[in-house]
Each structure stands twice: as structure tokens, then as C-alpha cells.
């Protein structure tokens, strides 16, 4: 693999695939109603996710054994998935129930075969699949989001494709040394590191954020998680932010308090075989304060702010994208030891990525043999 400009012994990051053996976000489940099929990736691999007619979910690769068309074009009939060109029938497993050509009872041909079953789990209000080993879903956990589904929290749910590798989506997060990017929401807040932890698989790192001028938004966020405490308790509060392999997540602890007062999950799933893009999913918590009125009031401010934090990160997450594009490689100068830490977690949890199908015809030295002649008047003589 090749190395980081910056750290000849570390592989470049940007060539890092996501380790495939985890349970992975796909789809809110609200945009999939009983009896429609949706159409996801993960890296390159297209994934069709069904919701039978009963409710119940599956998810297959999406490209019909028969002549590859995408099942997802399809219609659901009870609990399998007909394709839309010659109408195979698929049941949940991927095996192949029904070719409605052949005559019932007749031997299905030996070539007639079923398509890959990808476990698919629904939990926070998402569709979770399992793209790597099957056999390993069993034994591999849903991250844990306790706050999730208690009445002491309000949800606000994120969705939203980005044109850059997902390693960069880390490490902006864990980065509060980039509030300067912010200044418009943040105003002078400011960030202190306490300390910063890790572990084989994870990477932690701890901040005191003391008052300061800010956006409405922000200030109507803490106050969202506030949830009772003196008003004293407003003067700082603790912020986490802690990527446990392969997911990420952010919490804040108001002063003296051990309840997360804001808890923000986020996963950033690769989309295409190159991983150059990704769709990211953001769950935030905000701990519901005594008069939950006074949260529910603020709630569109609060999405606001969110929003608007995250497009300025969109900005320069995608320009750190276009720039390793251009420049064939991570020309990073990054002096954070916990941006240092991290970028080792994701670089060791990591898989190679694999080269793009049919990449060998991309360029006239890789061309195959007729091509390259003809392109050199080969073919003429
Ligand atoms: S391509 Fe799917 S049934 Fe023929
Ligand atoms: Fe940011």
C-alpha cells in the first residue's frame, strides 16, 4: 500500500478501505414502506433492501442472477422480490423461488441460480447491514446507543452523501482545533484539550468548552440538554468525542453532571469501490429540560444550527478530498497527537482497497493488446 508523503511507514489513509465486518446504516427506516424495495451501496457493491409485504426486511445484492438487471427496479410480491425484466422471484435468503416461464414442478436449469443475502438488522431507526462475512453478523454487536427511543431525550436524525473518503469525516470531528472554521456559529468559544485516550480500536479525546459568545442555535442546544442543574452549572461544559471503530460519537456533559446532557452517533458509510464518497448518518440526543416546551421551541433553530455547522465542515472536508485527488496522495501536515492516534486506529482497523472492475481498460498502457495497437497504428499495417 502506499505510504503517507508525511509518515513513509504509515499507509496513506485516503487508500484505507472501511473493514467490512461491521454492522453498517444503509437507509432510515422510514424511507422504506411495506412492500417497496430501496436501492443502497456499500463501497461499490450495490445492496437492494426489502420490506415485505408483512413488514419483515431483507437486503440482496442488487443486480439479478439472471442478466444483472438491479432488483431494485423490481416489484415485491408478499415476501419476494419479483424482477422487473423476466420476473425471477427472489425469497428473503436471495434464493431463487420462481421463474415464472418455467413450466410449475418442472427442474429449475443448473444455471438458474439465487443472488447474495446480506444480513440486515433495523435498530435506531435505521436499516443496519452486515456487507462483510455473514457468518461473523451473528457474533458482531449493533453499536449501543443507550440514549435512543427514552423519553428523556429528543431526536434529530442526519443524512447526507459526501464527496470524500470517510476517514476525513473522523478526523474532522475529533478536530476541535478547527473552530475557527465555525467562527460565524461559534463565535469565541473555546476548546480546551483535558486529555486523550486509545486503544487498539478506538481513540478518545476529552474537551473543556468554557462560555463564550455563540449562535442562538448552540446556546439553545445546551440549554436543551440542560435538564435542570443550577444555573451555575451553565459556566462549562465536557465535551467526548470518541471513534470506536468503525462508528463515531460525540457526547457533552454538562458541568458536574455524569448524564449525557447532548449525545451525537454518527457513522459515514463509503459508497462508491474507490471509497472517494461516503453517506453520512448523524443521530443527536439533546436530554430534554424540565419545561420540554421550552425544546421543542427551539428545535428548528437547533436543526439549523446544525445544519449550518455541517455544510462549513462539508467545505472543507470536500475540498481536503479534491485536493488528494489532484495531488495523488495525502500531503497532510498534521501535528495533533490525536488526530496522530486516530489516523492510526482508522489506518489499522482498515482493509486494502480494492482496484475498480475493468480499471485495466481505463488507460492506453493498460489497454488490452488489439486496443493498444490500433491506438498506435497497429492496426493499419
Ligand atoms: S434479468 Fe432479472 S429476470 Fe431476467
Ligand atoms: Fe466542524
Not at 432488483?71 to 436471495?94: I, K, P, T
Not at 453478523?137 to 428523556?152: F, K, R, V, Y
Not at 472492475?357 to 489497454?367: D, I, K, L, S, V
Request: some cysteine.
Amino acid at each position: 500500500m502506499q505510504a503517507s508523503s508525511t509518515h513513509p511507514d504509515f499507509p496513506d489513509l485516503r487508500r484505507v478501505g472501511i473493514h467490512p465486518d461491521f454492522w453498517y446504516p444503509v437507509a432510515r427506516s422510514s424511507s422504506l414502506k411495506r412492500g417497496r424495495a430501496l436501492a443502497v451501496t456499500f463501497a461499490g457493491d450495490p445492496i437492494v433492501v426489502v420490506r415485505g409485504e408483512s413488514g419483515s426486511l431483507f437486503a440482496l445484492a442488487d443486480r439479478c442472477a439472471h442478466r444483472q438487471l438491479p432488483l431494485h427496479l423490481g416489484v415485491v410480491r408478499g415476501e419476494q422480490l419479483q424482477c422487473a425484466y423476466h420476473g425471477w422471484c427472489y425469497a428473503e435468503s436471495g434464493r431463487l423461488a420462481r421463474v415464472p416461464y418455467l413450466a410449475d414442478g418442472g427442474k429449475m436449469p443448473a444455471a438458474a441460480r439465487g443472488v447474495r443475502n446480506y444480513p440486515c438488522r433495523e435498530a435506531y431507526g435505521l436499516i443496519f447491514v452486515f456487507p462483510g462475512t455473514p457468518e461473523l453478523a451473528e457474533l458482531s454487536q449493533l453499536p449501543a446507543i443507550p440514549e435512543w427511543g427514552t423519553p428523556d431525550y429528543r431526536t434529530m436524525y442526519f443524512e447526507r452523501t459526501l464527496k470524500c473518503h470517510y476517514t476525513f469525516m473522523h478526523e474532522n470531528l475529533m478536530d476541535m482545533n478547527h473552530q475557527f472554521l465555525h467562527r460565524s456559529l461559534m463565535g469565541s468559544i473555546q476548546p480546551v484539550m483535558l486529555n486523550h485516550r486509545t486503544g487498539t480500536n478506538w481513540t478518545e479525546a476529552q474537551y473543556r468548552f468554557e462560555g463564550g459568545k455563540q449562535h442562538v442555535g448552540a446556546d439553545l442546544l445546551v440549554m436543551g440538554g440542560k435538564s435542570g442543574e443550577s444555573a451555575v452549572d451553565r459556566d462549562y461544559e465536557l465535551m467526548t468525542i470518541r471513534t470506536l471503530y468503525p462508528h463515531q460519537e460525540l457526547t457533552v456533559f454538562r458541568a458536574h453532571s455524569e448524564i449525557p446532557a447532548i449525545r451525537l452517533w454518527a457513522s459515514y458509510v463509503p459508497l462508491d469501490q474507490e471509497q472517494r464518497t461516503n453517506k453520512s448518518f448523524g443521530i443527536l440526543m439533546v436530554r430534554r429540560p424540565k419545561t420540554p416546551l421550552i425544546l421543542r421551541a427551539a428545535w428548528p433553530v437547533i436543526g439549523y444550527f446544525a445544519r449550518s455547522v455541517f455544510e462549513q465542515d462539508r467545505m472543507a472536508v470536500e475540498a481536503e478530498q479534491r485536493a488528494w485527488d489532484e495531488q495523488g496522495g495525502d500531503r497532510n501536515a498534521e501535528i495533533s497527537p490525536v488526530l496522530l492516534e486516530l489516523r492510526k486506529v482508522l489506518a489499522l482497523c482498515g482493509v486494502p482497497i480494492e482496484p475498480a472492475h475493468g480499471r485495466e481498460f481505463a488507460g492506453a498502457e493498460e489497454a488490452p493488446p488489439v486496443l493498444r495497437n490500433a491506438s498506435r497504428g497497429g492496426a493499419a499495417r
